[in-house]
């Protein structure tokens, strides 16, 4: 069996669809080829998985100047062509798009020539990449219900998480403090920093006892360091923390941004949680994401538009002062894990490709 995976630019797009690509080889012994472009994140990490990487050149469509539209638009038949040629010497039985720059050629090539595709959508609302293709795919494998009108033929996997989050659900961890872990992805989030730090003296008085790890990203890890020793907070500030579900298992209560990964963690590990959408995601994916936890009783959205004083600090201290509220908020967001997803979405692959287990 050979596969193909498209895609890539963040760590959103490039981390499941390397669980996928595990999965494919563990299971149905394939070999995975992956396309993606120069200037993603892809470049690091499909390398140091074992797997071998091709690049394109695409620009972007969404969400960019007329100038830069027109660059990709007149391009785009180029980067088709070269992935087209790509899949003429890999033969590849299935192409999996992952969003990003380099899904939405692949998947074209792979239209154009007859050839099985799959595409993967993590958010509610589709990316552009995989909205483009949507017609015409042979398959989709999506996180959420909602997103399934968006495909001719969709199931709904879940996004594959590494098995250290689900080993946390269900797990009763007696915690000295009430504990609230910060973070806004490995970059940190600037808003959510300074809105942690001005709020500071007044959350400590509405939620005493209150313990905080905080992940800032390397930018804001020296001012929001020194903001917590002013305080005289009961703190642990990282510029990033590697072992990420350790520090999910001791917290009560998460504060942090809503990308599709971060959702299907917090699923995963039946985490309560208060979402702050980056409001200048692509098609505001964020916020529908944050959305739908909310709707399903697990977590609570704070618009960055919010993000003060008075409305953090009354956020998060009456949830850390409501045990039974985390309690059922956990519980709600456990029900919406995916223990399955890499194998169900390599299942679907592989039924494309004719090559069952």
Known sequence: MHAI?????????????????????????????????????????????????RLIEVGALNRVSLTTRLKTLFGLPRAVWAARRMLSEFQPDVVIGVGGYASGPAMLAAVMKGIPTLAFEPNVVPGFANRVVARWVSAAAVHFEETAKYFRRAEVTGVPVRQAFF??????????????????????????????????????????????????GERDYNDAQAAYRRAGASAEVFPFINDMPAFFARADLLLCRSGASTVAEITAAGKPAIFVPFPRAADDHQRVNAQALERGGAAVVLEETKLDEVWLVETVSNLLGDPLRLRRMSEAARSLAHPNAAKDIGAMAARLAGNEE
């Open 5 to 53: 995976l498209a895609g890539g630019g963040t760590g959103g797009h490039v981390i499941p669809a390397l669980a996928i690509a595990h999965e494919l080889q563990k299971t149905y012994g394939a070999e995975v080829l992956f396309i993606g472009t120069a200037r993603g994140i892809e470049n690091r990490l499909v390398p140091a998985a074992g797997f071998e990487l």
């Open 167 to 216: 080993d946390i659900a269900g797990k009763t961890l007696q915690h000295e403090r009430p504990t609230l872990l910060v973070f806004g992805g490995s970059q940190g989030a600037h808003a959510i920093n300074r809105a942690m730090t001005q709020c500071l003296p007044e959350l400590m008085k509405q939620a005493p006892g209150i313990h905080i790890i905080h992940q800032t």
